[in-house]
T-cell receptor
Framework: ETGVTQSPTHLIKTRGQQVTLRCSSQ?????VSWYQQALGQGPQFIFQ???????GRGNFPPRFSGLQFPNYSSELNVNALELDDSALYLC?????????????FGPGTRLTVL | AQTVTQSQPEMSVQEAETVTLSCTYD???????LFWYKQPPSRQMILVIR??????QNATENRFSVNFQKAAKSFSLKISDSQLGDAAMYFC????????????FGKGITLSVRP
């Protein structure tokens, strides 16, 4: 069974740029959730994708957007980067539709905005 | 809105001893899930233990067990026979039972293990 993978591991961007982060879900999973974790804080929910559609969104502006592909992998896109976007971005996959739908996390992408 | 509170920012335990990490939460739901996740310096968030609110029996996973007090909205994690590899940040998290529900996390607690 393949676990959740994310790429890249680290990324450095400058303010105003755009970034795309990628996530491959665990085999057998159909739902992907994205979280932002600021230094020393708990993760904050950004949004979730199920069957290629956004299915729930946290308190993040529209410049945070995403996609889910037919193979259930996902992308997180952030436009017009701000310094406060510097954080660890975590992707979690799960299987929606059964009682046991625990979210399993990838290793994260560390984004630094200068 | 649901909230999760971890009021202890740091804790320390001697190797082989027992430590308890505290968590409280607030919800108006009657059925939900609670989790403890571990995040070592490698950053990977690892599931430690899960508790369904409708189950009165406390969950256990090897050296890890919880004390779930539904009326008090308390969910503490007990780590027995602490090992050096237990050193990490620990997060308490809440999720409703609805399909595709998000996780709400506490701020976390940093656990150090003294050899």
């Amino acid at each position: 069974e393949t676990g959740v993978t994310q790429s890249p591991t680290h990324l450095i961007k400058t303010r105003g740029q755009q970034v795309t982060l990628r996530c491959s879900s665990q085999s057998g999973h159909n739902t992907v959730s994205w979280y932002q974790q600021a230094l020393g804080q708990g993760p904050q929910f950004i949004f979730q994708y199920y069957r290629e559609e956004e299915n729930g969104r946290g308190n993040f502006p529209p410049r945070f957007s995403g996609l889910q592909f037919p193979n259930y992998s996902s992308e997180l896109n952030v436009n017009a980067l701000e310094l406060d976007d510097s954080a660890l971005y975590l992707c979690a996959s799960s299987f929606s539709g059964r009682v046991e739908d625990t979210q399993y996390f990838g290793p994260g992408t560390r984004l630094t905005v200068l | 809105a649901q909230t999760v509170t971890q009021s202890q920012p740091e804790m320390s335990v001697q190797e082989a001893e027992t430590v308890t990490l505290s968590c409280t939460y607030d919800t108006s739901e009657s059925d939900y899930y609670l989790f403890w996740y571990k995040q070592p310096p490698s950053r990977q968030m690892i599931l430690v233990i899960r508790q369904e609110a409708y189950k009165q029996q406390n969950a256990t996973e090897n050296r890890f067990s919880v004390n779930f007090q539904k009326a008090a909205k308390s969910f503490s994690l007990k780590i027995s026979d602490s090992q050096l590899g237990d050193a990490a940040m620990y997060f308490c998290a809440y999720r409703t039972t609805g399909a595709n529900s998000k996780l709400t996390f506490g701020k976390g607690i940093t656990l150090s293990v003294r050899p």
